[in-house]
């Protein structure tokens, strides 16, 4: 038997994966002492890595006397990273090195840079790299390229983008890789910019690069993007592959256009779990959980395993529409198949119990759940915070913080709401100093929550502070010091500080108006109000909200222009009768004793809501006020006779870092009877205008 005819064996062998006809050549091979035959011995080589038979492939290399060909080292290169065996190609590129007859070529770098990129090897590809130089190779364009994908790889995108731009010559792969690295470091409009180069210089895209850039119209929303592209590959007749399909799925999924997205999901002819994945989160953003489980159920009936990406969108589309029973059904789903979840589906699992308003089970779901990631406590902390669980909010921060979990700004944000709800200062220093020992005073967004904590406690010296330490300053935090200067009474200050955001190029929205008009409101600026009121409608085109227009009543009603303030209610129908803005406008007429129009807006609000006793209670204030004690008293009969009572006050303050909360003749507090002999000490005082001395209480 010759040796053309034994290649010709044994590269049918290669092909149908035959290893014992293949033992049975490599036997004849030895027996006809042909064992250093170098391709007879590359070919076996491939014969026992496409049989995933390794340890006979390192066995024949070994029996080579003398391996002085470097086709054969490159052929065992290339199937040690074609199996993913990046530690045992960089130990034979060493091995390779120690032989001084042996120079590696253009076809062993590449193979070396895969392992190096695979394996994350930064300081091992740089070496590599070097050597490309100093040998003169970096001319070649595929080692070039195999060096842009190291670095990509090594998440070093600066790296791979310099030795891009610096290439003479490109192919299509280093294209496709300097895309991925703009999209990976978030820096998808470049990502679309090199795509447009790409083609502008003749490559055509390939699955890989659409793939990428479709994905990144999906991060940017970009559907006019997104369509131009699909246009561009359906004209060109590009056979879509499940790749590029999910792409699409997705890009279409999460720009809202659900149908389109459902359409080319329903096409693809084997659907791979992506694909699947791609088009339940289409319907988890719109909150269709209903959707979602239809979609899940024929996943299992097609056999398509899902992954824990699946139960994190299915969980969020129920979190979304807040069906707990369906949630529940896929958490049994979870518990039922032994399903390991991680962090991200255990938080899933929180916030879904949490927007249901199942507090004690999203508590036992984070019980359940390992504590060394800081995720799940930021979503415990947020889900307190928006139920109104504030106190139980800044004890978990506290419980994080002894279980020595590092808070990230996501904490930081979640948590400061909590100090704002309750008024306490004392804890929003602490946090304060927190952020501080974290080196986060440079973020954005921790100083801004920090800010708006400061301004709506009252804390104006501390949120002048933060302000002035800001490194770049947004509409929010132009806004929160705005509103911080407006509940101290100082509206010069608010108008001083606006005219200079206007300076500083930032736009006022609705919300900064409503704090400017507040502050003139307060501090009784009836003109200068107006005149923001026009300047947000005419020069902005800011069109007013019912908290707008209610502050605008409150303006002109706390200045006795009440006939004025009802004019713009009648004025305009949309809000001619909401029941916010006459209440508002009602508790004027009171403060200014104007009866004929005080009546007029009661008989409205009672027509609208007979139940709600505080529009009777405001009406006998506003007769009593007035001396009109008959009718005063038949109000007082009404409410009687309605067994309507008034919702009591309630207050808080902070004592050593604890809440203490008071409702109005409160008699549940531990020591309400030590409270209420206070309370009389100081008001005989009061009465006296004599001041108390501590030591006398």
Known sequence: MDTAKILHLLRSCILSKSLREGKILHQKIITLGLQNHIALCRNLINLYFSCHSFTYAKLVFRSIDGPLDTSLWNGFLAAYTKNFMFNEALELFQHLLHFPYLKPDSYTYPSVFKACGGLG???CGKMVHSHVVRNGLLSDVVITSSIVAMYAKCSVFNLAIQLFDEMPERDGACWNTVISCYYQSGQCERALQIYEEMKSVGFVPDSVTL????SACARLSDLEKGKEIHRELLQNGFVLDSFVSSALVDMYGKCGCLEIARGIFEQIPTKTVVAWNSMISGYSLKGDSRSCIELFGRMNKEGTKPTLTTFGSLLTACSRSATLQQGKCIHGYIVRNVLEADIFVCGSLIDLYFNCGSIKSAEYVFHQTPKANVFCWNVMISGYVRAGYFYEALGIFRYMREAGVKPDPVTFTGILPACTQLGATDEGKQIHNYIIENKLEKNETVM???????AKCGALEEALGV???L????LVSWTSMITAYGSHGQAFESIKLFNSMQQSNVKPDGVTFLALISSCSHAGLVDEGCHFFNQMTTQYRIQPT??????????????????EAYEILQRI??????????STLFSACHLHGELQLGEE???????KDPDDPSTYIILAKLYASLKKWDEERKVRSKIRDLRLKKNPGCSWIEVDRRMESFLAEDKLHPHWERIYDCLAILAGHMEKNKLVEPESW
Do not use: W
């Open 121 to 123: 090897k930064l300081g």
């Open 211 to 214: 793939t990428t850039i479709i």
């Open 448 to 454: 801004g929550a920090l800010l708006d904590m400061y």
């Open 467 to 469: 302000f002035n330490q």
């Open 471 to 474: 490194p770049e300053r947004d």
């Open 546 to 563: 019912i908290e707008l227009y209610s502050c605008m009543l409150d303006l002109l009603g706390r200045a006795g222009r009440v006939h």
């Open 573 to 582: 129908p949309s809000i001619g009768e909401n029941a916010e803005l006459l």
């Open 601 to 607: 807006i009661a008989s409205v609000l009672v027509e």
